[in-house]
């Protein structure tokens, strides 16, 4: 989690330097890679890093932005869990089970959002054509994934490792 005043230009150019991304504005995310950092509010953005990248990526900050700027960086990942859901069914997948409108012409590629998903609070995310994400909190994930296998029966789900 990084958290930070997205009209300070030093606190931006620190970011880009650090991550080489540029702060996402509302509701979007930007991503280079397996790296992805993604608008929450104002203020806040949910950085993803491969496994195993958490520490170097937050020393990496913590050196750009350095002791004049107000920030926080703070590693959450042992309290999350990303689900990555792909192929041609997702969308119905998943309007199954949100309210929010997940139509292309309202949740495009690049789109994230807080919402509601199987009476859960999560992150959605779309990553690609038939490519979604979701973010949700470590507690919560074997319930998603029961929800999940129930809700994808009909178009016939695989898991991929």
Not at 82 to 90: D, I, P, T
Not at 135 to 148: I, P, Q, T
């Amino acid at each position: 989690m990084l958290r930070g005043d997205a009209a300070d230009p030093a606190f931006a150019a620190a970011v880009h330097q650090a991550l080489g991304l540029e702060l996402p504005v509302a509701l979007t995310l930007v991503a280079s890679g397996e790296t992805s950092l993604q608008w929450l509010a104002p203020d806040e953005w949910l950085l993803i890093v491969p496994g195993g990248e958490e520490y170097a990526v937050e020393q990496r900050l913590r050196q750009a932005l350095g002791e004049e700027l107000h920030y926080a960086v703070v590693n959450v990942s042992g309290g999350q869990t990303l689900l990555e859901l792909s192929g041609a069914n997702v969308r119905e997948l998943l309007m199954k089970s949100t309210s929010y409108d997940v139509h292309p012409s309202n949740f495009p590629v690049g789109k994230a959002v807080g919402s509601i998903f199987a009476k859960s609070q999560c992150v959605i995310r779309h990553t690609g054509e038939d490519t979604w994400e979701l973010v949700v909190r470590r507690s919560f994930a074997d319930y998603f994934w029961l929800w999940l296998q129930d809700a994808s029966a009909e178009y016939g789900l695989q898991v991929a490792a």
